[in-house]
């Protein structure tokens, strides 16, 4: 249980002790400096502590903020400031220099260094907070807005004060913050209206946002298998409960903003189930057409690659820009302009079909059409938004003025997923990869790809071709990845790689035109597209790459294009299909293992907690 220390003065009637119990915490009372300095030497290391002002007055919800937000190792709000125990040395060295300094008197003692947002007054959680900051020490404090917190310096304010948290409802204002402040359209207009308030009923029953990632994952199977049945009342269902388990979809990260139920493990169920959702909701489309006699598995196949596809061009273009120093470009700059002008925000938000957009179409598609027009509206669709999107991210590299860092060149390096056989061609060619001009790394990538792809689809099956294309393939790769990826159009190499191995997949299964060969390659890929989904997220929680051995056993990405070709031109159509499905097997257990184990792990282990925000597209 947290630990919160009152210092100063008490004052009757205040709500604060109440408050803080309210919060979670067990509230210890400090008669001065020095006794708080005691108390907190007393709270074991392994517990979050807080220091609060006795006088404090304030919304509840300004405390729970300030207070109990799981992401930040230090927080403060005025009158109050809380250590983690990733913060406890630099919070206790605070105290105690602010304790010697102040004299030990019941209010603090030494002349008042900080400013709460009521008067001049000393306060010890002020000063603390104001001391961690001198040092450099990163504190976190939240946006408060409208909601109160304050440490009156005397009757009067304190009765401004009560009567200003009086006027202002922060259960509204808690509602409102549990929304994310950026969405799209569909998103703002039609879901978050009502499911803010099924957030909130969910935290009044005690419902964990993983409970609710959870339900919305079985939702969608749900909708999934109701399309997999190729009925027109299958259909029906099918889009309506898609649109529910959107809706569970907004209410889990509502619900982790409104009570700040924000954990590592959360933030990977959230962002992995996703893709689960949508992924297993194309298959049961292409399994319901074929029961109706058509076979849509290729445009299945390809509407996951194209849409995986779209996510590793943002992942790798915010990787690569994330600490760019002179970050600047006249394309930023007019994006910023229209973003003063308010339609186009919601048009710019809309035409990049995001997640919300993106399940609307497939819904209603599903219900009142087919599977083959749904997935030709959707690849149509995000054709046009990959197009849109990665065009404003080339301009605004090759006009930015910006120098990538060793950590965006080293995430753009694991985000290429290169195996033994990229790494080595690497380490063979870095010299000469080292006198190219910058723009010509992407370029060869692309090269390479395309020329496998364009083999596998012009032989196919039973010829030696495609193999050979991908050796070539392996050693463009390991020329693309030879010196650290810090060019201006670097970032476009990881989404190159992910585009070259998924669709040479996708066509040599459609080349051996034999039944189940296109859904295993859609299995294939779908393994390995989890494999990457969980290289981006391990960067973003700072926890780096998978292990080197994960990417050596699954055979990194030109590995794994050069087997597939090499057992297209080995195998019959039948032993082709096989394989594929043996491999997709094989891949798929070896990830979710290691997945699983290491988010499991980093959960228990107390890893920071971190809040994805939502895919960008």
Same mark, same amino acid.
């Given at each position: ?8 003065? %008490? ?12 919060? +979670? ?19 074991? +290391?392994?517990? $979050? ?95 408060? /807005? ?36 950026? !969405? ?48 027109? /009342? ?5 889009? *309506? ?7 569970? !979809?907004?209410?889990?990260?509502? =619900? ?18 996703? $893709? ?15 029961? /109706? ?29 994330? !600490? ?117 790394? %992407? ?16 032989? +196919? =099956? ?8 991908? =050796? ?19 970032? *476009? ?14 066509? *040599? ?34 926890? /780096? ?16 294009? *050069? ?55």
């Amino acid at each position: 249980m947290p630990t919160a220390i009152l210092t100063g003065q %008490p004052v009757p009637g205040s709500s604060i002790e109440g408050d803080l119990r309210s919060l +979670g915490y067990d509230v210890r009372t400090a008669s001065d400096p020095a006794d708080a300095e005691t108390l907190l030497a007393q709270v074991p +290391g392994d517990q $979050r502590v807080a220091l609060v002002d006795a006088r404090f007055v304030g919304h509840l919800h300004a405390l729970r903020l300030g207070l109990t937000d799981p992401r930040f190792p230090l927080a403060a709000i005025p009158g109050a400031v809380t250590a983690q125990p990733a913060g406890r040395q630099a919070l206790t060295r605070a105290v105690a220099r602010e304790t010697s300094a102040g004299g030990g008197t019941g209010d603090g003692g030494a002349p008042a260094r900080a400013q709460s947002s009521v008067g001049d007054v000393d306060s010890l959680a002020d000063r603390v907070a104001t001391a961690l900051d001198g040092e450099g020490t990163d504190v976190h404090r939240p946006e408060l /807005g409208s909601l109160v917190a304050a440490v009156p310096a005397d009757p009067q304010a304190r009765n401004e004060a009560r009567q200003s948290v009086a006027s202002v409802d922060d259960e509204a204002i808690r509602l409102k913050s549990a929304v994310k402040a950026r !969405d799209g359209f569909f998103t703002t207009f039609c879901i978050s209206p009502y499911s803010r308030y099924l957030a909130r009923w969910c935290a009044r029953r005690g419902l964990t946002p993983n409970q609710v990632t959870t339900a919305s994952l079985i939702t969608a199977l749900i909708a999934a298998g109701c399309a997999a049945t190729g009925t027109r /009342g299958g259909f029906v269902a099918a889009g *309506l409960l898609l649109i529910f388990s959107f809706v569970l !979809d907004c209410t889990d990260g509502q =619900l982790a903003r409104y009570s700040l139920q924000y954990s590592t493990l959360g933030a990977w169920l959230d962002a992995t189930f996703d $893709r689960a959702k949508e992924y297993a909701y194309y298959a049961g489309l292409a399994l319901g057409a074929a029961r /109706g006699g058509d076979d849509v598995w290729a445009l299945a196949l390809g509407a996951m690659i194209l849409q995986t596809c779209r996510h590793v061009v943002d992942f790798s273009f915010n990787e690569a820009n994330h !600490d760019a120093t002179a970050n600047t470009s006249p394309t930023a700059a007019l994006s910023d302009k229209l973003d003063s002008v308010g339609w186009t925000v919601w048009v710019r938000r809309m035409i990049v079909l995001p997640i919300g957009e993106r399940w609307a179409m497939i819904a209603v598609l599903t219900a009142v059409t087919t599977p083959r027009i749904t997935f030709y509206a959707l690849l149509v669709g995000c054709a046009f938004a990959a197009t849109y999107t990665t065009a404003g991210r080339v301009l605004r590299s090759l006009t930015r003025k910006a120098r990538r860092t060793d950590r965006a060149a080293q995430a753009l390096a694991d985000l290429a997923d290169s195996g033994e056989r990229g790494l080595g061609f690497a380490a063979a060619l870095k010299k000469p990869a080292r006198r190219l001009p910058g723009f010509a790394l %992407p370029a060869v990538a692309l090269l390479g790809g395309v020329l496998v792809v364009a083999v596998s689809a012009a032989t +196919g =099956l039973g010829t030696p071709w495609p193999a050979l294309a991908a =050796l070539v393939y392996a050693v463009t790769s390991g020329i693309a990845v030879a010196r650290p990826l810090k060019g201006a159009l670097d970032w *476009l190499i990881p989404p190159v790689f992910r585009a070259a191995e998924y669709c040479t997949v996708l066509v *040599l299964a459609a080349k051996a035109d034999v039944n189940g060969a296109l859904p295993a390659a859609f299995g294939l890929v779908a393994a390995v597209a989890y494999h990457h989904y969980d290289t981006v997220y391990r960067i973003r929680g700072g926890a /780096g790459a998978p292990p080197a051995w994960l990417v050596r056993t699954i055979g990194g990405h030109e590995g794994r294009t *050069l087997l597939v070709t090499l057992l297209a031109a080995v195998l019959t159509a039948s032993q082709f299909t096989v394989a594929l499905t043996a491999l997709a097997v094989a891949v798929a257990l070896v990830v979710l293992v290691e997945s699983i184990r290491f988010w499991v792990t980093a959960h228990k282990g107390g890893a920071p907690a971190v809040h994805d925000e939502g895919e960008p597209a």
